[in-house]
């Protein structure tokens, strides 16, 4: 079992940054699979990035590829996604998701068993 909180959420311009941090509330993250996903309204939930629980091998959308970084910091119990020369496409609510039965990540929303309530990304300039 894992308790999900994502941070780090807000305004930022287009072409700017902003980092978002996935914290285990319970549980040890490292344990798990972890995958951001975004939501914009009136559209599916998309698979953004993925870290894996095996090898830490990461895996991103083609969207950001290039500019976003998913990474882990275990001393935290965090994984984070770096978001850089962001666009007006990348506004949306950002949700982390875990699962522990897989090792391998996956940027499919619906093989995920925990997720958190979400960080809101606005990207205005």
């Known amino acids: 079992q894992v308790q999900i909180v994502e941070s780090g959420g807000g305004l930022v311009h287009p072409g700017g940054s902003l980092t978002l941090s996935c914290a285990a509330r319970s549980g040890t993250l490292d344990y798990y699979a972890v995958g951001w996903f975004r939501q914009a309204p009136g559209k599916d939930r998309e698979g953004i990035a993925c870290?894996?629980?095996?090898?830490?091998?990461?895996y991103y959308a083609d969207s950001v590829k290039g500019r976003f970084t998913i990474s882990r910091d275990n001393a935290k119990n965090t994984v984070n996604l770096q978001m850089n020369n962001v666009h007006p496409s990348d506004a949306g609510v950002y949700h982390c998701?875990?699962?522990?039965?897989?090792?391998?990540?996956?940027?499919?929303?619906?093989?995920?068993?925990?997720w958190g309530l979400g960080a809101q990304v606005t990207v205005s300039a």
């Open positions: 998701e875990a699962d522990e039965s897989f090792t391998r990540c996956k940027l499919q929303h619906s093989e995920y068993d925990y």
């Open positions: 870290i894996s629980s095996s090898d830490s091998s990461t």
